[in-house]
């Protein structure tokens, strides 16, 4: 079992930053495939960001086209804590921001249905 917590959300400008926070408990965590995903109103979950442990025994990173090179997510396993920093922020990224855990070996990151576990959810919202 995995719980996760978000953190970081709030009201911010177009073209200001947010760091989000998600703090997983588990003992696996250091494999634990993490993802980044949102909803806005009427709209679909969609991705955002996900690192991966890599079979050349480091992590790799992935980027919804929409985000790439504005967000960067990060971990540090030692805090058992995974970021995604949000830079020049844009009202289409108004959403509601989840983070997922999948602590299995299969799996698209880019597809929710992979992520076993889901923190609560923490609102961002850029106004123009």
């Known amino acids: 079992q995995v719980q996760l917590v978000e953190s970081g959300g709030g009201l911010v400008q177009a073209g200001g930053s947010l760091r989000l926070s998600c703090a997983a408990s588990g003992r696996t965590f250091s494999t634990t495939m993490m993802g980044w995903f949102r909803q806005a109103p009427g709209k679909e979950r969609e991705f955002v960001a996900a690192i991966k442990w890599s079979s050349t025994n480091t992590y790799y990173a992935y980027y919804a086209d929409s985000v790439k090179g504005r967000f960067t997510t990060s971990r540090d396993n030692a805090k058992n804590t995974v970021y995604l920093q949000m830079n020049s922020l844009k009202p289409e990224d108004t959403a509601v921001y989840y983070c997922?855990?999948?602590?299995?070996?299969?799996?698209?990151?880019?597809?929710?249905?992979?992520?076993?576990?889901w923190g609560q959810g923490t609102q961002v919202t850029v106004s123009s």
């Open positions: 997922g855990a999948n602590t299995g070996l299969n799996g698209s990151v880019y597809s929710s249905t992979a992520y076993y576990y």
